[in-house]
Protein backbone atom coordinates (compact mmCIF):
# COMPACT_ATOMS: atom_id res chain seq x y z
CA UNK A 1 0.00 0.00 0.00
CA UNK A 2 1.24 3.70 -0.90
CA UNK A 3 0.23 6.91 -0.62
CA UNK A 4 -2.01 8.57 -2.86
CA UNK A 5 -2.69 12.64 -2.91
CA UNK A 6 -6.46 13.60 -4.01
CA UNK A 7 -7.37 16.66 -5.24
CA UNK A 8 -8.29 18.80 -2.55
CA UNK A 9 -11.49 20.16 -2.05
CA UNK A 10 -10.48 22.76 0.32
CA UNK A 11 -6.48 23.49 1.84
CA UNK A 12 -6.15 25.65 5.21
CA UNK A 13 -2.67 26.60 6.84
CA UNK A 14 -3.66 26.50 10.62
CA UNK A 15 -0.45 28.75 11.91
CA UNK A 16 -2.56 31.62 9.85
CA UNK A 17 -5.44 30.68 11.12
CA UNK A 18 -7.02 31.64 15.02
CA UNK A 19 -7.19 28.41 17.02
CA UNK A 20 -10.78 28.48 17.82
CA UNK A 21 -11.06 28.92 13.85
CA UNK A 22 -9.26 25.72 13.38
CA UNK A 23 -10.85 24.01 15.77
CA UNK A 24 -14.40 25.19 14.15
CA UNK A 25 -13.33 23.32 11.18
CA UNK A 26 -14.91 19.92 11.28
CA UNK A 27 -15.37 17.37 8.61
CA UNK A 28 -16.64 13.75 8.33
CA UNK A 29 -16.26 11.28 5.76
CA UNK A 30 -18.70 8.54 5.70
CA UNK A 31 -18.27 4.62 4.66
CA UNK A 32 -21.57 3.79 3.70
CA UNK A 33 -22.60 1.94 6.75
CA UNK A 34 -23.28 4.51 8.72
CA UNK A 35 -20.31 4.63 10.54
CA UNK A 36 -17.76 8.08 9.46
CA UNK A 37 -14.62 9.43 10.02
CA UNK A 38 -14.75 12.84 12.13
CA UNK A 39 -12.55 15.71 13.94
CA UNK A 40 -11.53 19.06 13.36
CA UNK A 41 -8.48 20.48 11.00
CA UNK A 42 -5.80 20.55 13.41
CA UNK A 43 -7.09 16.90 14.53
CA UNK A 44 -8.45 18.03 18.05
CA UNK A 45 -11.43 16.04 18.91
CA UNK A 46 -14.02 18.96 20.60
CA UNK A 47 -17.22 16.57 20.51
CA UNK A 48 -17.70 13.23 21.78
CA UNK A 49 -18.72 12.42 18.40
CA UNK A 50 -15.38 12.81 16.91
CA UNK A 51 -13.55 9.51 15.91
CA UNK A 52 -10.97 8.14 13.53
CA UNK A 53 -13.18 5.35 12.92
CA UNK A 54 -16.82 5.27 14.04
CA UNK A 55 -17.98 1.91 13.42
CA UNK A 56 -21.65 1.48 11.50
CA UNK A 57 -23.06 -1.88 13.51
CA UNK A 58 -26.30 -3.74 13.42
CA UNK A 59 -29.60 -1.46 13.63
CA UNK A 60 -27.42 1.33 12.18
CA UNK A 61 -25.90 1.85 15.66
CA UNK A 62 -22.73 3.38 15.67
CA UNK A 63 -19.94 1.98 17.78
CA UNK A 64 -16.22 4.30 18.47
CA UNK A 65 -13.56 2.70 18.62
CA UNK A 66 -10.39 4.12 17.74
CA UNK A 67 -10.49 7.92 18.76
CA UNK A 68 -7.26 9.11 17.62
CA UNK A 69 -3.80 8.25 16.66
CA UNK A 70 -1.61 10.89 18.34
CA UNK A 71 2.26 11.13 16.72
CA UNK A 72 5.13 12.69 18.80
CA UNK A 73 8.49 12.72 16.67
CA UNK A 74 12.08 12.14 19.11
CA UNK A 75 15.78 13.61 17.80
CA UNK A 76 17.95 12.44 20.57
CA UNK A 77 16.95 13.78 23.38
CA UNK A 78 13.92 16.23 22.09
CA UNK A 79 10.33 14.94 22.22
CA UNK A 80 7.75 16.70 19.70
CA UNK A 81 4.46 16.37 20.14
CA UNK A 82 2.36 16.45 16.72
CA UNK A 83 -1.37 15.56 18.06
CA UNK A 84 -3.16 18.34 19.58
CA UNK A 85 -5.34 17.46 22.68
CA UNK A 86 -7.31 19.60 25.31
CA UNK A 87 -7.24 19.92 28.78
CA UNK A 88 -10.33 21.04 31.45
CA UNK A 89 -7.98 24.77 32.24
CA UNK A 90 -8.09 25.07 28.66
CA UNK A 91 -4.50 24.35 28.01
CA UNK A 92 -4.04 22.51 24.85
CA UNK A 93 -0.74 20.92 23.62
CA UNK A 94 1.14 22.71 20.31
CA UNK A 95 1.14 20.29 17.78
CA UNK A 96 -0.71 22.85 15.74
CA UNK A 97 2.14 24.70 15.67
CA UNK A 98 4.05 22.40 13.27
CA UNK A 99 1.04 21.78 11.07
CA UNK A 100 1.85 23.95 7.90
CA UNK A 101 -1.48 22.92 5.60
CA UNK A 102 -4.28 20.41 6.19
CA UNK A 103 -5.76 19.12 3.11
CA UNK A 104 -9.53 18.16 3.07
CA UNK A 105 -10.96 15.77 -0.36
CA UNK A 106 -14.42 13.40 0.47
CA UNK A 107 -12.31 10.78 0.06
CA UNK A 108 -9.74 11.23 2.63
CA UNK A 109 -7.91 13.98 4.59
CA UNK A 110 -4.02 14.78 4.76
CA UNK A 111 -1.76 16.73 7.84
CA UNK A 112 1.58 18.31 6.41
CA UNK A 113 3.68 18.45 9.52
CA UNK A 114 7.31 20.30 9.71
CA UNK A 115 9.33 20.37 12.51
CA UNK A 116 13.25 20.46 13.01
CA UNK A 117 14.27 19.36 9.43
CA UNK A 118 11.74 16.73 9.71
CA UNK A 119 8.79 16.39 7.32
CA UNK A 120 5.65 14.07 7.68
CA UNK A 121 2.64 13.98 5.77
CA UNK A 122 -0.39 12.12 6.94
CA UNK A 123 -3.33 10.73 5.08
CA UNK A 124 -6.36 9.19 6.40
CA UNK A 125 -8.94 7.33 4.53
CA UNK A 126 -11.58 5.66 5.70
CA UNK A 127 -12.35 2.94 2.95
CA UNK A 128 -16.29 2.26 1.74
CA UNK A 129 -18.07 -0.56 2.52
CA UNK A 130 -16.01 -1.51 5.56
CA UNK A 131 -15.39 -0.11 9.01
CA UNK A 132 -12.24 0.17 8.46
CA UNK A 133 -9.54 3.10 7.89
CA UNK A 134 -5.69 3.18 6.01
CA UNK A 135 -3.29 6.13 7.75
CA UNK A 136 -0.43 6.84 5.18
CA UNK A 137 2.74 8.41 6.66
CA UNK A 138 5.40 9.56 4.95
CA UNK A 139 8.82 11.38 6.78
CA UNK A 140 10.91 12.83 5.41
CA UNK A 141 14.63 13.23 7.85
CA UNK A 142 16.42 16.65 6.57
CA UNK A 143 17.99 16.33 10.26
CA UNK A 144 21.49 14.93 11.31
CA UNK A 145 19.83 12.50 13.70
CA UNK A 146 17.88 9.93 13.95
CA UNK A 147 14.47 10.23 13.95
CA UNK A 148 11.67 8.17 15.72
CA UNK A 149 8.25 8.62 14.80
CA UNK A 150 5.75 7.29 17.29
CA UNK A 151 1.78 6.67 16.56
CA UNK A 152 -0.52 6.19 19.25
CA UNK A 153 -3.59 4.49 18.57
CA UNK A 154 -5.89 5.52 21.33
CA UNK A 155 -9.29 3.62 21.78
CA UNK A 156 -12.61 3.52 23.33
CA UNK A 157 -15.48 1.21 23.15
CA UNK A 158 -19.07 2.77 23.00
CA UNK A 159 -21.84 4.32 21.74
CA UNK A 160 -21.66 7.54 19.84
CA UNK A 161 -23.80 9.36 22.89
CA UNK A 162 -22.27 7.75 25.95
CA UNK A 163 -18.43 8.88 27.60
CA UNK A 164 -16.34 6.44 29.32
CA UNK A 165 -15.02 5.67 32.20
CA UNK A 166 -11.18 4.59 33.77
CA UNK A 167 -12.74 0.96 33.50
CA UNK A 168 -12.45 -0.57 29.98
CA UNK A 169 -11.12 -3.57 28.74
CA UNK A 170 -8.14 -3.23 26.39
CA UNK A 171 -5.99 -6.33 26.57
CA UNK A 172 -3.39 -6.41 23.76
CA UNK A 173 -2.15 -9.52 21.43
CA UNK A 174 0.80 -9.53 19.51
CA UNK A 175 0.38 -11.48 16.40
CA UNK A 176 3.45 -10.38 14.78
CA UNK A 177 5.56 -7.18 15.05
CA UNK A 178 3.59 -5.35 12.79
CA UNK A 179 0.27 -6.83 13.91
CA UNK A 180 -2.05 -6.30 16.88
CA UNK A 181 -5.75 -7.04 18.02
CA UNK A 182 -7.12 -5.41 21.14
CA UNK A 183 -10.25 -6.96 22.56
CA UNK A 184 -12.36 -4.39 24.05
CA UNK A 185 -15.48 -4.54 26.39
CA UNK A 186 -17.85 -3.74 23.02
CA UNK A 187 -15.82 -5.07 20.35
CA UNK A 188 -12.56 -5.98 18.81
CA UNK A 189 -9.80 -3.81 16.97
CA UNK A 190 -7.13 -4.60 14.69
CA UNK A 191 -4.49 -2.28 13.61
CA UNK A 192 -1.83 -3.44 10.99
CA UNK A 193 1.37 -1.82 9.66
CA UNK A 194 3.73 -2.16 6.78
CA UNK A 195 6.87 -0.97 8.43
CA UNK A 196 8.05 -0.25 11.72
CA UNK A 197 6.71 -2.44 14.93
CA UNK A 198 3.93 -2.48 17.47
CA UNK A 199 4.94 -2.36 21.33
CA UNK A 200 2.45 -2.45 24.10
CA UNK A 201 2.31 0.24 26.52
CA UNK A 202 3.42 0.36 29.88
CA UNK A 203 0.49 -0.22 32.22
CA UNK A 204 0.86 3.72 33.74
CA UNK A 205 1.04 4.60 30.50
CA UNK A 206 -2.15 3.34 28.68
CA UNK A 207 -4.74 5.72 30.05
CA UNK A 208 -5.35 9.37 28.58
CA UNK A 209 -8.17 11.84 29.61
CA UNK A 210 -9.86 13.48 26.64
CA UNK A 211 -11.55 17.05 27.25
CA UNK A 212 -13.90 18.19 24.74
CA UNK A 213 -14.51 21.65 24.77
CA UNK A 214 -17.19 21.53 22.54
CA UNK A 215 -19.78 20.62 24.96
CA UNK A 216 -17.23 20.45 28.17
CA UNK A 217 -17.51 17.03 28.59
CA UNK A 218 -14.28 14.93 29.53
CA UNK A 219 -13.62 11.06 29.10
CA UNK A 220 -10.99 8.24 29.40
CA UNK A 221 -9.45 6.46 26.32
CA UNK A 222 -6.70 3.78 26.23
CA UNK A 223 -3.57 3.41 24.22
CA UNK A 224 -2.72 -0.61 24.94
CA UNK A 225 0.30 -0.65 21.87
CA UNK A 226 2.13 1.48 19.88
CA UNK A 227 3.88 1.90 16.88
CA UNK A 228 7.52 2.55 16.43
CA UNK A 229 9.46 3.63 12.88
CA UNK A 230 13.13 4.94 13.13
CA UNK A 231 14.20 7.47 10.23
CA UNK A 232 17.92 7.58 9.48
CA UNK A 233 19.29 11.02 8.89
CA UNK A 234 18.78 12.06 4.64
CA UNK A 235 16.31 10.06 4.19
CA UNK A 236 12.29 9.22 3.48
CA UNK A 237 10.23 6.01 4.44
CA UNK A 238 6.34 5.07 4.45
CA UNK A 239 4.48 3.88 6.93
CA UNK A 240 0.74 2.40 6.51
CA UNK A 241 -1.43 1.44 9.01
CA UNK A 242 -4.78 -0.29 8.82
CA UNK A 243 -6.88 0.01 11.26
CA UNK A 244 -10.09 -2.37 11.43
CA UNK A 245 -12.98 -2.58 14.24
CA UNK A 246 -16.27 -4.56 14.06
CA UNK A 247 -18.27 -5.82 17.50
CA UNK A 248 -16.54 -9.18 17.61
CA UNK A 249 -12.83 -10.67 17.03
CA UNK A 250 -14.34 -12.91 14.09
CA UNK A 251 -15.83 -10.27 11.97
CA UNK A 252 -12.67 -7.80 12.61
CA UNK A 253 -10.30 -10.75 11.20
CA UNK A 254 -12.45 -11.68 8.02
CA UNK A 255 -12.32 -7.66 6.91
CA UNK A 256 -8.71 -7.40 7.59
CA UNK A 257 -7.63 -10.08 5.62
CA UNK A 258 -9.24 -8.71 3.23
CA UNK A 259 -7.58 -5.64 2.91
CA UNK A 260 -4.17 -7.05 3.41
CA UNK A 261 -4.32 -7.17 -0.54
CA UNK A 262 -4.56 -3.32 -0.61
CA UNK A 263 -7.05 -0.92 -0.28
CA UNK A 264 -7.85 0.22 -4.09
CA UNK A 265 -8.63 3.66 -5.33
CA UNK A 266 -11.94 5.51 -5.74
CA UNK A 267 -12.42 7.99 -8.25
CA UNK A 268 -12.39 11.31 -6.79
CA UNK A 269 -15.50 13.64 -7.42
CA UNK A 270 -14.14 16.79 -5.97
CA UNK A 271 -13.26 18.50 -9.37
CA UNK A 272 -11.29 21.34 -8.14
CA UNK A 273 -13.61 24.15 -8.45
CA UNK A 274 -14.16 25.42 -5.43
CA UNK A 275 -17.13 25.75 -3.56
CA UNK A 276 -20.07 24.17 -6.54
CA UNK A 277 -22.89 22.63 -5.83
CA UNK A 278 -21.61 19.65 -7.82
CA UNK A 279 -19.43 18.79 -4.79
CA UNK A 280 -22.48 17.84 -2.83
CA UNK A 281 -23.33 15.12 -5.39
CA UNK A 282 -20.42 13.16 -4.18
CA UNK A 283 -21.42 14.14 -0.34
CA UNK A 284 -24.94 13.03 -1.18
CA UNK A 285 -24.13 9.28 -1.61
CA UNK A 286 -22.75 9.19 2.29
CA UNK A 287 -26.26 9.60 3.53
CA UNK A 288 -27.74 6.05 1.93
CA UNK A 289 -26.70 2.98 3.84
CA UNK A 290 -27.96 -0.58 4.15
CA UNK A 291 -31.06 -1.48 6.49
CA UNK A 292 -30.84 -5.41 6.30
CA UNK A 293 -31.79 -6.11 3.06
CA UNK A 294 -33.33 -2.30 1.76
CA UNK A 295 -31.79 1.30 2.06
CA UNK A 296 -32.43 3.65 4.12
CA UNK A 297 -31.24 7.50 4.80
CA UNK A 298 -28.88 8.83 7.93
CA UNK A 299 -30.43 12.02 8.88
CA UNK A 300 -26.95 13.69 10.03
CA UNK A 301 -23.30 13.15 10.49
CA UNK A 302 -21.92 12.69 13.39
CA UNK A 303 -24.56 12.33 15.68
CA UNK A 304 -28.07 11.11 13.71
CA UNK A 305 -29.38 7.85 13.01
CA UNK A 306 -32.51 6.49 11.19
CA UNK A 307 -35.20 9.47 11.20
CA UNK A 308 -38.68 8.67 9.06
CA UNK A 309 -39.50 12.62 8.15
CA UNK A 310 -35.99 13.35 7.85
CA UNK A 311 -35.16 10.73 5.01
CA UNK A 312 -38.89 11.72 3.46
CA UNK A 313 -37.81 15.22 2.79
CA UNK A 314 -33.57 13.92 1.86
CA UNK A 315 -35.67 11.26 -0.89
CA UNK A 316 -35.58 13.70 -3.82
CA UNK A 317 -32.73 15.46 -3.58
CA UNK A 318 -30.20 11.82 -2.62
CA UNK A 319 -32.17 9.32 -5.14
CA UNK A 320 -34.01 10.78 -7.47
CA UNK A 321 -32.22 13.67 -9.19
CA UNK A 322 -28.67 11.25 -9.59
CA UNK A 323 -31.35 8.62 -11.16
CA UNK A 324 -31.06 6.11 -8.11
CA UNK A 325 -34.66 5.41 -8.93
CA UNK A 326 -34.01 1.57 -7.31
CA UNK A 327 -32.18 3.26 -4.16
CA UNK A 328 -35.59 5.39 -3.88
CA UNK A 329 -37.89 2.47 -4.35
CA UNK A 330 -35.91 0.59 -1.68
CA UNK A 331 -36.03 3.54 0.84
CA UNK A 332 -39.84 3.63 0.46
CA UNK A 333 -40.60 0.17 1.05
CA UNK A 334 -38.44 0.01 4.06
CA UNK A 335 -40.46 2.64 5.87
CA UNK A 336 -43.77 0.84 4.40
CA UNK A 337 -42.78 -2.25 5.68
CA UNK A 338 -42.60 -1.12 8.69
CA UNK A 339 -46.04 0.85 8.57
CA UNK A 340 -49.01 0.67 11.10
CA UNK A 341 -52.33 2.73 10.62
CA UNK A 342 -50.20 5.43 13.19
CA UNK A 343 -48.45 5.55 9.75
CA UNK A 344 -44.12 5.37 9.44
CA UNK A 345 -42.04 5.43 11.88
CA UNK A 346 -40.32 8.45 13.03
CA UNK A 347 -37.64 7.53 14.52
CA UNK A 348 -35.69 3.97 15.95
CA UNK A 349 -34.84 3.38 19.32
CA UNK A 350 -32.26 0.93 20.01
CA UNK A 351 -33.57 -0.65 16.42
CA UNK A 352 -37.22 -0.59 16.98
CA UNK A 353 -39.45 2.02 15.47
CA UNK A 354 -41.58 4.41 16.89
CA UNK A 355 -44.90 6.59 15.44
CA UNK A 356 -44.63 9.93 16.91
CA UNK A 357 -45.38 12.63 14.35
CA UNK A 358 -48.58 13.75 12.42
CA UNK A 359 -46.65 14.92 9.13
CA UNK A 360 -43.98 12.15 8.42
CA UNK A 361 -46.61 9.95 6.69
CA UNK A 362 -48.15 13.05 4.63
CA UNK A 363 -44.44 13.92 3.57
CA UNK A 364 -44.16 9.70 2.20
CA UNK A 365 -47.17 10.11 0.18
CA UNK A 366 -45.89 13.31 -1.94
CA UNK A 367 -42.44 11.92 -1.86
CA UNK A 368 -44.35 8.84 -3.05
CA UNK A 369 -45.78 10.98 -5.77
CA UNK A 370 -42.55 12.62 -6.81
CA UNK A 371 -40.91 9.17 -7.33
CA UNK A 372 -44.06 8.54 -9.78
CA UNK A 373 -43.14 11.75 -11.69
CA UNK A 374 -39.54 10.33 -12.39
CA UNK A 375 -39.73 6.44 -13.00
CA UNK A 376 -43.57 6.83 -14.48
CA UNK A 377 -47.08 5.17 -13.99
CA UNK A 378 -46.23 2.14 -15.38
CA UNK A 379 -42.90 1.58 -14.41
CA UNK A 380 -44.45 2.15 -10.31
CA UNK A 381 -48.02 0.76 -10.89
CA UNK A 382 -46.44 -2.89 -9.31
CA UNK A 383 -45.04 -0.98 -6.30
CA UNK A 384 -48.44 0.96 -5.79
CA UNK A 385 -50.24 -2.07 -6.14
CA UNK A 386 -48.18 -3.56 -3.48
CA UNK A 387 -49.00 -1.43 -0.57
CA UNK A 388 -51.84 0.95 -1.42
CA UNK A 389 -53.54 -0.81 1.41
CA UNK A 390 -51.40 0.48 3.69
CA UNK A 391 -51.56 3.95 2.29
CA UNK A 392 -55.09 4.03 2.83
CA UNK A 393 -55.24 2.79 6.23
CA UNK A 394 -52.61 5.31 7.46
CA UNK A 395 -55.15 8.06 4.93
CA UNK A 396 -57.87 6.85 6.75
CA UNK A 397 -56.94 6.91 10.40
CA UNK A 398 -55.34 10.86 9.85
CA UNK A 399 -58.84 11.42 8.81
CA UNK A 400 -60.43 10.77 11.92
CA UNK A 401 -58.05 13.94 13.07
CA UNK A 402 -60.26 16.00 10.90
CA UNK A 403 -62.70 18.21 12.88
CA UNK A 404 -64.44 20.37 9.78
CA UNK A 405 -61.70 20.76 7.95
CA UNK A 406 -58.85 21.11 10.23
CA UNK A 407 -56.27 18.15 10.60
CA UNK A 408 -56.32 18.71 14.31
CA UNK A 409 -53.00 17.76 16.67
CA UNK A 410 -50.47 18.72 18.45
CA UNK A 411 -47.11 18.81 18.25
CA UNK A 412 -45.48 16.01 16.44
CA UNK A 413 -43.81 18.22 13.29
CA UNK A 414 -40.04 19.08 12.67
CA UNK A 415 -40.19 21.90 14.83
CA UNK A 416 -40.32 19.86 17.66
CA UNK A 417 -42.59 21.86 19.70
CA UNK A 418 -46.61 21.47 20.79
CA UNK A 419 -47.73 23.79 18.09
CA UNK A 420 -51.52 23.14 17.57
CA UNK A 421 -52.84 22.51 13.83
CA UNK A 422 -49.90 23.77 12.55
CA UNK A 423 -50.15 25.65 9.27
CA UNK A 424 -47.46 22.95 6.85
CA UNK A 425 -49.51 20.16 8.19
CA UNK A 426 -52.77 21.22 6.66
CA UNK A 427 -50.95 21.79 3.63
CA UNK A 428 -49.35 18.71 3.59
CA UNK A 429 -52.30 16.89 4.44
CA UNK A 430 -54.59 18.76 1.71
CA UNK A 431 -51.82 17.68 -0.70
CA UNK A 432 -51.84 13.86 0.38
CA UNK A 433 -55.42 13.99 -0.14
CA UNK A 434 -55.44 15.25 -3.50
CA UNK A 435 -52.27 12.91 -4.21
CA UNK A 436 -54.36 9.58 -3.31
CA UNK A 437 -57.87 11.13 -5.41
CA UNK A 438 -55.23 10.96 -8.25
CA UNK A 439 -53.55 7.19 -6.90
CA UNK A 440 -57.22 5.82 -6.76
CA UNK A 441 -58.04 6.62 -9.96
CA UNK A 442 -54.36 4.56 -11.32
CA UNK A 443 -55.82 1.61 -8.69
CA UNK A 444 -59.56 1.65 -10.15
CA UNK A 445 -60.95 2.50 -6.69
CA UNK A 446 -63.30 5.23 -5.19
CA UNK A 447 -61.71 8.94 -4.56
CA UNK A 448 -65.36 10.04 -3.10
CA UNK A 449 -63.73 10.60 0.48
CA UNK A 450 -60.88 12.14 -0.59
CA UNK A 451 -62.72 14.48 -2.60
CA UNK A 452 -65.09 15.61 -0.03
CA UNK A 453 -62.80 15.95 2.61
CA UNK A 454 -60.62 18.50 0.33
CA UNK A 455 -63.59 20.35 -0.54
CA UNK A 456 -64.20 20.71 3.62
CA UNK A 457 -60.29 22.25 3.41
CA UNK A 458 -60.66 24.55 0.57
CA UNK A 459 -63.98 26.01 2.65
CA UNK A 460 -62.54 26.37 6.54
CA UNK A 461 -58.67 27.04 5.31
CA UNK A 462 -57.86 30.78 4.34
CA UNK A 463 -61.10 32.05 7.22
CA UNK A 464 -58.63 29.72 9.72
CA UNK A 465 -54.96 30.81 8.97
CA UNK A 466 -55.02 33.78 6.62
CA UNK A 467 -54.32 37.11 8.61
CA UNK A 468 -53.94 39.76 6.00
CA UNK A 469 -50.34 39.61 5.22
CA UNK A 470 -49.51 35.78 5.68
CA UNK A 471 -50.14 32.77 6.81
CA UNK A 472 -50.27 32.04 10.91
CA UNK A 473 -47.94 29.32 11.41
CA UNK A 474 -50.94 27.39 13.71
CA UNK A 475 -54.14 27.84 15.54
CA UNK A 476 -52.60 29.60 18.37
CA UNK A 477 -49.66 31.17 16.93
CA UNK A 478 -49.75 34.07 14.57
CA UNK A 479 -46.17 34.13 14.27
CA UNK A 480 -43.94 34.49 10.74
CA UNK A 481 -42.62 31.38 10.46
CA UNK A 482 -41.32 29.40 7.20
CA UNK A 483 -43.17 26.39 7.66
CA UNK A 484 -45.94 28.03 5.51
CA UNK A 485 -43.57 27.90 2.30
CA UNK A 486 -43.73 24.61 2.24
CA UNK A 487 -47.38 24.84 1.49
CA UNK A 488 -46.44 26.65 -1.49
CA UNK A 489 -43.68 24.00 -2.56
CA UNK A 490 -46.51 21.48 -2.79
CA UNK A 491 -48.07 20.50 -6.07
CA UNK A 492 -51.47 21.00 -4.96
CA UNK A 493 -51.83 23.94 -2.38
CA UNK A 494 -54.04 25.61 -0.20
CA UNK A 495 -53.45 29.42 -2.19
CA UNK A 496 -53.80 30.91 -5.34
CA UNK A 497 -50.86 33.13 -6.60
CA UNK A 498 -52.34 36.85 -5.03
CA UNK A 499 -52.09 35.06 -1.70
CA UNK A 500 -48.63 33.20 -2.65
CA UNK A 501 -46.97 36.58 -3.72
CA UNK A 502 -48.21 38.62 -0.36
CA UNK A 503 -46.19 35.44 2.12
CA UNK A 504 -43.31 35.61 -0.18
CA UNK A 505 -42.89 39.11 0.32
CA UNK A 506 -43.53 38.94 4.03
CA UNK A 507 -41.00 35.96 4.27
CA UNK A 508 -38.17 37.73 1.90
CA UNK A 509 -38.54 40.80 4.14
CA UNK A 510 -37.92 39.27 7.82
CA UNK A 511 -36.85 35.27 6.78
CA UNK A 512 -34.79 35.04 4.06
CA UNK A 513 -30.55 35.20 5.06
CA UNK A 514 -27.71 34.13 2.56
CA UNK A 515 -28.08 30.83 4.19
CA UNK A 516 -31.83 29.92 4.17
CA UNK A 517 -34.87 31.04 6.08
CA UNK A 518 -35.17 31.95 9.79
CA UNK A 519 -37.94 30.08 12.01
CA UNK A 520 -39.00 33.39 13.31
CA UNK A 521 -39.14 36.96 12.68
CA UNK A 522 -36.72 39.35 14.30
CA UNK A 523 -39.39 41.43 15.02
CA UNK A 524 -40.90 38.92 17.16
CA UNK A 525 -40.71 39.04 20.81
CA UNK A 526 -39.36 35.56 21.54
CA UNK A 527 -36.93 35.53 18.47
CA UNK A 528 -33.29 34.10 19.23
CA UNK A 529 -30.48 34.20 17.12
CA UNK A 530 -29.70 30.79 18.55
CA UNK A 531 -32.39 29.27 19.14
CA UNK A 532 -33.28 26.67 15.77
CA UNK A 533 -36.98 27.06 16.55
CA UNK A 534 -36.91 31.09 17.15
CA UNK A 535 -34.66 32.78 15.39
CA UNK A 536 -32.13 30.05 13.91
CA UNK A 537 -31.51 29.80 10.02
CA UNK A 538 -31.86 26.44 8.24
CA UNK A 539 -30.54 25.67 4.90
CA UNK A 540 -32.97 23.01 3.91
CA UNK A 541 -35.41 25.87 3.41
CA UNK A 542 -34.13 27.05 0.65
CA UNK A 543 -35.93 23.70 -1.40
CA UNK A 544 -39.42 24.74 -0.66
CA UNK A 545 -38.53 28.29 -1.23
CA UNK A 546 -36.73 28.19 -4.16
CA UNK A 547 -39.81 25.76 -5.86
CA UNK A 548 -42.05 28.38 -4.91
CA UNK A 549 -39.84 31.34 -5.93
CA UNK A 550 -39.33 29.94 -9.88
CA UNK A 551 -43.17 28.87 -10.02
CA UNK A 552 -44.47 32.09 -8.87
CA UNK A 553 -42.01 34.55 -10.62
CA UNK A 554 -40.40 32.27 -13.37
CA UNK A 555 -36.93 33.65 -12.56
CA UNK A 556 -33.86 31.72 -11.52
CA UNK A 557 -30.84 34.42 -11.55
CA UNK A 558 -31.79 35.49 -8.46
CA UNK A 559 -32.31 32.15 -6.49
CA UNK A 560 -29.39 30.73 -8.49
CA UNK A 561 -27.08 34.06 -6.66
CA UNK A 562 -28.25 33.17 -3.80
CA UNK A 563 -27.75 29.33 -3.71
CA UNK A 564 -23.98 29.94 -4.77
CA UNK A 565 -23.61 32.27 -1.88
CA UNK A 566 -24.09 29.98 0.72
CA UNK A 567 -21.86 27.32 -1.09
CA UNK A 568 -19.21 30.30 -1.58
CA UNK A 569 -19.69 31.22 2.28
CA UNK A 570 -21.05 28.15 4.30
CA UNK A 571 -18.95 24.97 2.64
CA UNK A 572 -15.13 25.82 3.67
CA UNK A 573 -16.57 26.94 7.19
CA UNK A 574 -17.70 24.31 9.60
CA UNK A 575 -18.31 20.76 8.08
CA UNK A 576 -15.69 21.24 5.23
CA UNK A 577 -17.38 20.19 1.80
CA UNK A 578 -21.12 19.86 3.23
CA UNK A 579 -23.95 21.80 4.63
CA UNK A 580 -24.73 22.14 8.34
CA UNK A 581 -28.29 21.11 10.27
CA UNK A 582 -28.73 25.27 11.13
CA UNK A 583 -27.04 28.45 11.92
CA UNK A 584 -27.33 31.22 13.72
CA UNK A 585 -30.05 33.87 12.61
CA UNK A 586 -27.66 36.60 12.79
CA UNK A 587 -24.11 37.70 11.03
CA UNK A 588 -21.80 36.07 11.40
CA UNK A 589 -24.44 33.14 11.13
CA UNK A 590 -22.25 30.34 12.84
CA UNK A 591 -23.38 26.77 12.48
CA UNK A 592 -24.94 24.46 14.85
CA UNK A 593 -26.34 21.53 14.82
CA UNK A 594 -24.62 18.13 12.75
CA UNK A 595 -21.76 19.17 10.29
CA UNK A 596 -23.36 17.38 7.67
CA UNK A 597 -27.32 17.30 7.54
CA UNK A 598 -29.34 15.34 4.74
CA UNK A 599 -31.96 17.71 4.41
CA UNK A 600 -29.29 20.62 3.74
CA UNK A 601 -27.68 18.67 1.27
CA UNK A 602 -30.49 16.97 -0.43
CA UNK A 603 -32.89 20.38 -0.62
CA UNK A 604 -30.22 22.55 -2.23
CA UNK A 605 -29.27 19.59 -4.68
CA UNK A 606 -33.32 19.33 -4.99
CA UNK A 607 -33.92 22.63 -5.87
CA UNK A 608 -30.78 23.65 -8.19
CA UNK A 609 -31.22 20.69 -10.92
CA UNK A 610 -35.22 20.60 -10.86
CA UNK A 611 -35.91 24.26 -10.59
CA UNK A 612 -32.88 26.43 -11.05
CA UNK A 613 -31.72 24.32 -14.09
CA UNK A 614 -35.17 23.40 -14.65
CA UNK A 615 -34.74 19.29 -14.84
CA UNK A 616 -37.70 18.41 -14.24
CA UNK A 617 -39.07 15.16 -13.81
CA UNK A 618 -39.67 13.46 -16.82
CA UNK A 619 -43.71 12.27 -16.29
CA UNK A 620 -44.12 15.47 -14.59
CA UNK A 621 -46.26 17.01 -16.63
CA UNK A 622 -48.28 13.98 -17.95
CA UNK A 623 -48.82 13.12 -14.04
CA UNK A 624 -50.22 16.34 -13.02
CA UNK A 625 -51.74 16.91 -16.20
CA UNK A 626 -50.29 20.61 -17.39
Not at 296 to 310: H, K, L, N, V
Not at 421 to 450: C, P, R, T
Not at 534 to 541: E, L
Request: proline letters at 4%.
Amino acid sequence: MGSRKAFPFASFNPNQLSIEKSKGLEWVITNKLGGYSSTTSIGLNTSRFHGLLVSGCRNLKRMLYLQKLDDELSLGKTVIELSVNEYPQGEITEGYRYLNRFDFSYESVSFYYKAKGVYVDKQITPLPDNNSLVVVYSIENNSELDVVLTVKPLLNSRGIWELSEKNMESTPRFFTKNIVGINLNNGYVALRSDNGEFLETPEKSRWNRLFHSKESSEEYCCCPAYLSLKVEPDTTQELTVVVVAYPTENETAQVLKGLLGGHGTRRILSSGRGASIFSLLSVADSFIVDAGLKKTIIAGYPCYGERGRDAMISLPGLTLIKGRHVDAEDILERFLNLATNKGIPSEFSKGEPLYKDIDTSLWLVDRIHQYIKYVGIDESRSFLHTYWWVLKDIMSNLGEREREGILAHEGGTWMKSGRKNAVEAQGLWYNALKIMEHFSGIMDDDAEAYKSTCKRIEKKFMETYWNGRYLKDSIDDDALRPNQVILLSLDYRLVDDTIAGKIMSAVESELLTPFGLRTLSPEDPRYDKGSPYNGGVWPWFFGPYVKAHTRLYGSRLRVKELMEQILVQHLNNAGLGTVSEFLEGEPPFTPRGCISYACSVAELLRCYFEDVLQKKPLNEKKILGC
